[in-house]
Nanobody, 123 residues
Framework: QVQLVESGGGSVQAGGSLRLSCTGSGRTFSDLGMGWFRQAPGKERQFVAAISWTGKSTYYADSVKGRFTISRDNIKNTIYLQMNNLKLEDTAVYSC????????????????WGQGTQVTVSS
């Protein structure tokens, strides 16, 4: 059974940092593009960042460029999202995903999803 499990979420004050991790199991993920999406209450799921299977290509939503960094460790079947200078509007449930894409920005390009981890940014 293929699973993605996120960790690292929590509560932080605006301007702070968090590092999310997502570890896959049940298959190798080194041949899949992976990414992060987020969903705030009452809002649609939103693309955050994506990374190609080699890690050489990365993509970011305009709202997080310069603040968030996505990376991966294929030996550990794990991707990371380093989030710096967090803002109130970054509050959401963050989910990691994997799929047969280079680094997709649309949620329907992905095949596997984690359950999500809550990130709450307060003033």
């Amino acid at each position: 059974q293929v699973q993605l499990v996120e960790s690292g979420g929590g509560s932080v004050q605006a301007g702070g940092s968090l590092r999310l991790s997502c570890t896959g199991s049940g298959r190798t993920f080194s041949d899949l593009g992976m990414g992060w999406f987020r969903q705030a209450p009452g809002k649609e799921r939103q693309f955050v960042a994506a990374i190609s299977w080699t890690g050489k290509s990365t993509y970011y939503a305009d709202s997080v460029k310069g603040r968030f960094t996505i990376s991966r460790d294929n030996i550990k079947n794990t991707i990371y999202l380093q989030m710096n200078n967090l803002k109130l509007e970054d509050t959401a449930v963050y989910s990691c995903t994997a799929g047969r894409v280079v680094a997709g920005t649309a949620f329907d390009e992905y095949d596997y999803w984690g359950q999500g981890t809550q990130v709450t940014v307060s003033s």
